[in-house]
Structures are given as C-alpha cells and as structure tokens.
C-alpha cells in the first residue's frame, strides 16, 4: 500500500560548540584506536596460541623421545598377556607344561626389553651402566632357558608332531619362537 505524503516537514538542528566539537572528535579518535587495537590484539592472541600449540607439541616430543622406551615397552606388554590368554581360551589341547614355560619365557623376554630399553639406552632418563650389564647377563640366561625348552620339546614331539606342537606350545608368544623367522 502507497503511503501518503507528508503535510508537514519538520527540522531540526544541533549546534555544537567548539568543546562539543572536540569532545566527539575524542571519542572517534579512541573509537578508531580500539578498532586496531583488537586487531592487533587478536593477531597476538593467534600468535599466543599458535607458540603455546607449538610449546606443547615440541614439550610432548622431548617426553616422548625421553621415555618413549620404557611406554613401548610396556604397551608390547600388556598385549603380549593378553593374547596368552585369547591363545589359552582358543588351544586347550595345548601341552600344557611346555605352554606355561613358554610363557614365563616370554614374560621374562619382555620384562628384559622393558629393562633393556630403561636402562641400556643413552637417551632414556633411567640409563644404567650396572643394570644394563645385568640386563644383558639375565638375556645370556633366557636364550639358554630357550634353547632348553625347545630342545625337550623336540624329544617330547618328534618328526612332524614337533612342529604341529611346537605351534601350539609358541602360538601368539611372539619371538620366543625359535623358528619364528624360518
């Protein structure tokens, strides 16, 4: 709908002083300044974030490269119990005492890469020169504790039973396996 003219016109004006005058011309004037001082603020603050982002990647680094051995380790750990135990569940049949060496062997394998990676590396924050020697003497024992075990279970199973029990026996324990990479 068209609106209708109007019949009167009305105007009005302010005059202001030259005190007025500057009083506004202050409030533009610091208008203008906050407008590029959030500017600049803003930019600070996404350089802040970027720098603290930036610190805490390169703080997570060096924790990381620090300990790193020892985490690793353990997490092979964890894992390594629990497919002994979804190995136990699926093979009952599983020659039981050959089984159970086999994983104290492996417990033992990985505690000496726990130890092995704490205290024989230089960059780890727990290095020592004595444990890292008795580490490598505890190694000596297990690769001869290794040795033994597969050799009674060659006498137990022989000819094609060995390899089918040997299976069993080392299934889901890794690299104690002397036949792992064969």
């Known amino acids: ?36 001082i959030d500017g600049v603020t803003a930019t600070l603050q996404a350089a802040g974030a970027a720098l603290g982002g930036g610190g805490a990647l390169l703080a997570a680094f060096v924790l990381l490269k620090w300990k790193a051995p020892e985490i690793i380790a353990d997490i092979t750990n964890v894992t390594s119990s629990a497919l002994d135990n979804i190995v136990d569940t699926f093979l009952p049949s599983t020659p039981l005492e050959f089984r159970r060496e086999a994983q104290r062997l492996a417990k033992e394998r990985g505690t000496i890469a726990t130890e092995e990676s704490a205290y024989c590396t230089f960059a780890a924050s727990t290095y020592d020169e004595a444990r890292c020697s008795a580490t490598f003497e505890r190694k000596e024992k297990y690769f001869e504790d290794r040795a033994r075990l597969n050799k009674q279970l060659r006498e137990a199973y022989q000819g094609k039973s060995y390899y089918s029990a040997a299976y069993f026996v080392y299934g889901g324990l890794g690299d104690i396996d002397p036949n792992w990479n064969a």
């Open 1 to 36: 709908m068209p609106r209708r003219r109007p019949d009167v016109v009305h105007e009005y004006r302010i005059s202001l002083s030259d005190y007025e005058r500057s009083k506004i011309e202050e409030v533009l004037t610091t208008s203008q300044a906050n407008v590029a």
